[in-house]
């Protein structure tokens, strides 16, 4: 077997200009947004609206994936710290953001959005959650490059020494599984939705989309270590607890795509 070992000690500083230090995951952040732009923007000549609905999508997504991912992070991890320190959830050069809190803060700012453009609200998230995992995918390698949110003790030839932690041993490259499985996710719900004449039935594309993403997170859990010393007992993590709703409503959005298909026909 071919030894792909890993020895993985890249700055997390891309560059300075001055006084101002650009940070790669800063950077892929940026790329995930406006990756995400130009697949949904590819996507919508399907639907013929215009280009400012994605310019639209791009900044209440942009805004709910920030706001979220920092105030859950805040909340679903140090509840007690930042009630105690409220100001302290605005530093977020600090570090601290939850994909969990993410989904949440897309969600509400996607029902904004469809309040907005007069869209029904399901129509928006059939069709905007497609590209989630364009976004994933640069964020994870972001995770990457921080050499942060990787895995255990691993025997594979492909693992990852990730020297700046003065780790010794390869650990899983749980950034890049991720990474990959949120490419793949994109493709998939690219393709269904495609395969629908680009009319999926309500409720299909969103379904489809929490159980891939939140049913793999569940998974990739298992091997991955804790971000929390709390956490270290727990049978079951933080992320996988917080996956679990998101599973559900996923099997419940897929169960209500399939009546009104029975309905229709």
Partial sequence: MIDL????????????????????YGILWGCAFFASYYAFKELLKFDRLSANY?????????????????????FFYEPVYYLQNPLEILATWRGGLSSHGGACGILVALYL???????????????????????????????LMNSEIYGHATTLPWGFIFERNRETLPKH?????EALYYAMTYLVLRF???????????????????????????????????????????????GQWLSMPFIIIGVVSLMISSRKDKTDS
């Fill in 5 to 24: 070992l890993i020895k993985w000690n890249v700055d997390p500083e891309a560059f300075s200009i001055g006084p101002i230090t650009l940070r790669w």
């Fill in 173 to 177: 490259p749980t950034q890049i599984y």
């Fill in 192 to 238: 269904v939705y495609r395969k629908c004449d680009n009319s999926p039935r309500p409720f299909l594309i969103f379904g489809l989309f929490l159980i891939m993403v939140f049913g793999f997170r569940f998974c990739i859990e298992f091997i991955k270590n804790p971000q929390e010393s709390f956490e270290i007992d727990m049978m079951f993590n933080m």
């Fill in 113 to 143: 959005l469809s309040r907005k453009t007069k869209k029904p609200y399901i129509w928006t998230l059939d069709r905007v959650v497609i590209v989630v995992g364009v976004a994933g995918f640069c964020i994870r390698m972001g995770n």
């Fill in 54 to 74: 994605a310019w639209d999508a791009l900044w209440y997504m942009m805004l709910g994936t920030i706001i979220g991912a920092r105030v859950g992070h805040c």
